[in-house]
């Protein structure tokens, strides 16, 4: 259940539907979902269940059976973009390895496998502000390759990787306008996550197990692109897209269609007074020393705002002392998309 009430919903709503309407260029975007799009990353495990033997032979009475299973809880993390016309981008594999390893390589991982695949690296495999950055710069190339009409709308949750400066910035110039997701509401308000992450698993589970059953060898960093591929082919599905995208009430943006039932009961549920969250003026975050308050979703307290020169997010309530930083002042204006600061 999701930790939100429906009148923040229903305000995020509404704000998102006015200020996308409002926005020059922008004005008929709802009509051309091949311009909307929204985007996560997940973790796939090397060692999924499904890839083990499922019968192992044994002597008759045995109290004790062995069964091979990999020696990792290793995962590799894949972004994943979609649009609300039914087309899926390219996954994008973000490997775990330092600079000196030069990892990716063909020689140490079947790239050839998944050419049209996006692939970088960093040294603990997750998503960063940086991964994000170049992320957004081959999603601008993809979108441009396919001739979809800009300006473009790029729906993601709130994790701190995809609130870099720099992202922010290369976006803003490049006419893809980023939407922040409501806070703790991504499973009822991400396409991903209602239609296509669920089925996109279970594949890659599917074909785990046959990877195993095929060759007797658990999945590795080398062949982990054969495997994902098999199981994008199977989710590579429009309808399943389209779907994900009329369920959070985007496309078309129409707030009932949002699954409400996964909506927890909550005492901020009588409360009449509307969520702030969606009325707040655009946000200004402020770079290094400076310091910009916004009213908390759902909550009757402030937050402040912070930013490194290097991109962190820094956000503290108000009523703590939040760590100061003396270095340069940089300054940028968020537009209104990000209402839940």
């Given amino acids: 259940m999701a930790l939100v009430s ?16 409002g926005t020059p260029g922008m004005e008929d975007i709802f009509d051309n979902p091949s311009r909307i799009l929204n985007y996560d990353e997940t973790a796939f495990p ?43 981008y390219p996954p994008y594999i973000i490997c775990k390895g330092s600079e000196k390893k030069r990892f990716p390589t063909p020689e140490n991982m079947a790239l050839e496998a998944f050419p049209e695949a996006a692939y970088t690296q960093n040294e603990n495999g997750w998503e960063t502000q940086a991964t994000f950055l170049l992320y957004i710069k081959q999603l601008h190339a993809w979108l441009v390759e396919r001739r979809v009409k800009a300006p473009w709308l790029l729906f993601v949750d709130g994790a ?42 279970t594949h890659y589970n599917e074909a785990v197990k046959a990877h195993f059953q095929d060759t007797g060898a658990f999945v590795k960093k080398y062949n982990f692109p054969v495997v994902l591929k098999k199981a994008f082919q199977k989710v590579n ?37 509307p969520s702030t ?19 908390a979703s759902n909550q009757n307290t402030e937050l402040v705002i912070q930013i490194t020169p290097t991109g962190q997010i820094c956000v503290t309530p108000l009523n703590r002392k939040p760590t100061k930083y003396n270095g340069p002042q940089r300054q940028i204006q968020v537009r209104k998309f990000f209402p839940n600061f």
Avoid at 6 to 21: F, I, P, Q, S
Avoid at 238 to 258: C, L, S, Y
Wanted: hydrophobic share 40%.
């Fill in 160 to 201: 701190s990787g995809h609130l870099g400066l720099e992202a922010i910035e290369y976006a803003a110039a490049n006419n893809l306008h980023i939407c922040i997701l409501l806070a703790h509401s991504t499973h009822i308000l991400q396409p991903l996550d209602l239609c296509v992450c669920g089925p996109f698993k």
């Fill in 46 to 88: 090397f060692n999924a269940a499904t890839g083990r033997a499922e019968k192992v032979f044994a002597p008759t009475g045995a109290k004790t059976v062995n069964a091979r299973e990999p020696g990792t809880k290793e995962t590799m993390t894949v972004g994943l973009t979609i649009s609300a016309d039914g087309h899926f």
């Fill in 237 to 273: 599905r429009p309808n399943i897209a389209i779907e994900g995208f009329k369920k959070a009430g985007i496309v078309p943006p129409r707030f009932e269609n949002i699954p409400l039932d996964r909506v927890a009961l909550a005492e901020v549920e009588d409360d009449p007074t």
């Fill in 277 to 295: 969250s969606c009325t707040t003026p655009a946000a200004t975050i402020v770079q290094s020393g400076g310091l910009t308050s916004t009213p």
């Fill in 6 to 21: 429906r009148n923040a919903l229903r305000d995020w709503h509404r704000y998102m539907v006015e200020t996308v309407k």
